[in-house]
């Protein structure tokens, strides 16, 4: 039988494209937690863990440290570390696996403005150079109701700021959080955010209730109405059209998006909306798949 070397404190998370990754827990939870859309983390307390027990998890794969590519550092945000203790752990992981093509971890927008330009620096020096980030919107008020903690003005900063110092960031728009009073700044205000930062990967999920829509309505502090297939649609439309990105390798294919999208904005944007105006107008014809109520 198969001996994983190492034994995870669950639930553990980790982005679809880091499916091939070696995954060390640097942080246990997320240290926000408080967001309303999100369940990723509720059933545990954050907390930091032991610098011996990380090295401990790094050590168990020494046998296979050839095999090993990426390394993805979880739980959420662990950013909100000191810089020196990173700085360690990421010095760790290079040491150990000689074949490392990239360290890569979830980020707060705000946890990276904390950091002064240096300490990103360093951290992108020692290995550290793909950020995931949940922006979620890019509306300051959608933010607020959804208890994200950032606003429009410290997401840019936040990703800017590490992408000034050479670190690449994947960024995900939640599709229909908003609801339908605020889908429209929802829809162009995420653009807007994107077109200030030019992220090198951005996707979209549609929202997503795992403990009911009532439980999510309770925890969104302002009126939610949800919104139907077709108003999904004209809210990804809208966000679409308002995009202007050069470079942008664009996904929107998880299993809870109805209507799959892939290419590089801005070279597929016209290919992009003329899918999206299909499903509006001809659902039948638009190859869409049921949504499902699968996490990420």
């Known amino acids: ?15 679809p494209s880091e499916a091939r990754s070696l995954i060390i827990q640097v942080t246990l939870g ?17 907390k930091a863990r032991k610098e011996e027990d990380i090295f401990n998890d790094i050590d168990a794969f020494i046998p296979y440290q050839d095999s090993v590519r990426k390394v993805f550092l979880a739980d959420g945000d662990p950013l909100v570390l000191s810089t020196e203790r990173l700085l360690r752990i990421l010095a760790k992981v290079k040491a ?22 240096e300490e990103l620096k360093e951290l992108y020096e020692a290995g550290l150079t793909l950020l995931y980030v949940g922006i979620e919107s890019g509306d300051s008020k959608v933010l607020e109701c959804i208890q994200k903690g950032e606003t429009f003005e410290t997401t840019i900063e936040g990703l800017n700021k590490s992408k000034a110092v050479g670190m690449n960031s994947s960024v995900m728009i939640i599709n229909g959080v908003g609801g339908k009073l605020l889908t429209k700044q929802h829809a162009i205000n995420s653009a807007k955010v994107l077109n200030e930062t030019q992220p090198k990967y951005a996707s979209t999920l549609v929202l997503t209730a795992h403990k009911g829509m009532a439980h999510f309505q309770d925890r969104y502090k302002g009126e939610f109405i949800e919104l139907n297939q077709f108003e999904l649609f004209k809210e990804m439309h809208l966000f679409m ?15 809870c998006n109805s209507l799959v999208l892939k290419g590089v904005l801005g070279r597929d944007k016209d290919k992009m909306m003329s899918q999206i105006e299909l499903a509006i107008s001809h659902p039948e014809l638009a190859n869409l798949r049921m949504k499902c109520n699968s996490g990420y």
């Not at 997320?30 to 954050?46: A, G, H, I, P, Q």
């Not at 150990?96 to 927008?109: D, E, G, V």
């Open 30 to 46: 997320c240290s926000w937690n408080k967001c309303s859309f999100c369940e990723m983390y509720t059933s545990k307390r954050f």
């Open 1 to 15: 039988m198969y001996h994983y070397p190492i034994n995870y404190d669950e639930p553990l998370f980790r982005p």
């Open 96 to 117: 150990t696996f000689p074949n490392l093509q990239r360290i890569s971890t979830y980020a707060s927008p705000s946890n990276l403005a904390r950091k002064s330009s």
């Open 241 to 255: 059209h308002h995009l202007d990105l050069e470079e942008t390798i664009f996904r929107s294919d998880h299993a």
